[in-house]
């Protein structure tokens, strides 16, 4: 008996479902390990590129596989980068309220410097602070806009599902997604691929369908409208990786600043405390400014 893994997967939650309805008597994490395998064997064809010997009678099953298997690869992407949506936008957002209270610190300790070197007699005039500039957050409006492609996501969710699947199959499946092709195909949904569309095989074979008159009809324009959402969401994505890191560098560089002018604050305080009560005298002017505003005093 070969040896075999158990291996978790993040799967569509109807998915799990459509699993079950295929054979009751069969629980759904079996079912969805036999799509596993009828995946690998889909997918590795298609590579591959083998030559197609279905009928033309067949061929119609296999465009709804394909596009049944792409509608719920969509839907998985767009989930996961919704999700990240979410998560840069609130990170955005957190290090927009950092940047504006190091701003505030930073003038704050600008403030006390200033106000120490008047009494040192380096400065004659407290340095005031310009307008602050608005709050930057993320851009994002928080209000996911109504269409087909959202119409696909409603109520869509994600479930674990733990499979077992044979060590020599799961070898097999690693070095498919290895194969000339596969990310820019599938891109980061290798094992879902798999399984999504063996389970769209297993459910054309359990119900013996032999023409596409049967089968549900499929909103392709709607699956357009989708793969143009997951475009845009991938676009958001890149953008706010931008502006999570530009914030983050911004706001160390201002954590460095702020260091040193504590420092600098400490210095002064010192510095003021060893002279005592007495008054400091203003440091000589120097230089060409020094010359010319001695001539003018006469």
């Given at each position: ?12 939650c ?16 079996v ?8 995946g ?7 590579l ?18 394909a ?8 839907r998985y ?7 990240q949506?979410?998560?840069?936008e609130?990170e ?11 701003q ?24 005031e ?25 409603e ?28 990310i820019?195909?599938?891109?980061a ?13 297993l459910?054309i074979e ?7 008159d ?17 475009a845009e ?20 560089g201002m ?13 002064l305080d ?15 002017r ?6 010319l ?6």
């Amino acid at each position: 008996m070969s040896a075999s893994t158990r291996i978790e997967l993040f799967l569509l939650c109807e998915m799990v479902e459509r699993a079950r309805r295929i054979d009751a008597d069969v629980d759904p994490s079996v079912q969805l390990a036999r799509a596993f395998m009828r995946g690998i064997e889909l997918l590795s064809g298609l590579l591959e590129g083998h030559p197609s010997t279905r009928s033309q009678t067949a061929e119609p099953l296999e465009e709804w596989r394909a596009t049944r298997a792409s509608l719920d690869l969509l839907r998985y992407r767009a989930l996961l980068l919704l999700e990240q949506n979410d998560r840069l936008e609130a990170e955005i957002d957190r290090c927009a309220t950092e940047s504006r209270a190091l701003q505030d610190a930073l003038w704050d300790l600008h403030g006390q410097a200033d106000r120490l070197k008047v009494k040192l007699g380096r400065r004659e005039t407290i340095g005031e602070r310009p307008e602050p500039p608005p709050t930057i957050g993320s851009g994002g409006s928080r209000k996911r806009r109504r269409g087909r492609a959202e119409g696909l996501l409603e109520g869509v969710e994600l479930c674990g599902v733990e499979i077992e699947i044979p060590a020599a199959a799961l070898e097999r499946a690693e070095q498919l997604q290895r194969q000339p092709g596969w990310i820019e195909e599938w891109g980061a949904g290798a094992s879902f691929a798999i399984v999504a569309h063996g389970l769209a095989a297993l459910e054309i074979e359990r119900r013996a369908l032999t023409t596409a008159d049967a089968l549900t009809p499929l909103d392709t324009p709607a699956l357009a409208a989708l793969s143009y959402r997951v475009a845009e969401l991938a676009e958001s994505v890149r953008i706010l990786e931008l502006r999570e890191t530009a914030f983050k560098i911004d706001n160390a560089g201002m954590g460095a600043r702020l260091a040193s002018l504590q420092q600098e604050v400490a210095e002064l305080d010192q510095e003021l405390a060893e002279h005592g009560a007495r008054p400091v005298a203003p440091r000589r002017r120097g230089g060409v400014l020094g010359r010319l505003l001695k001539r003018r005093g006469g």
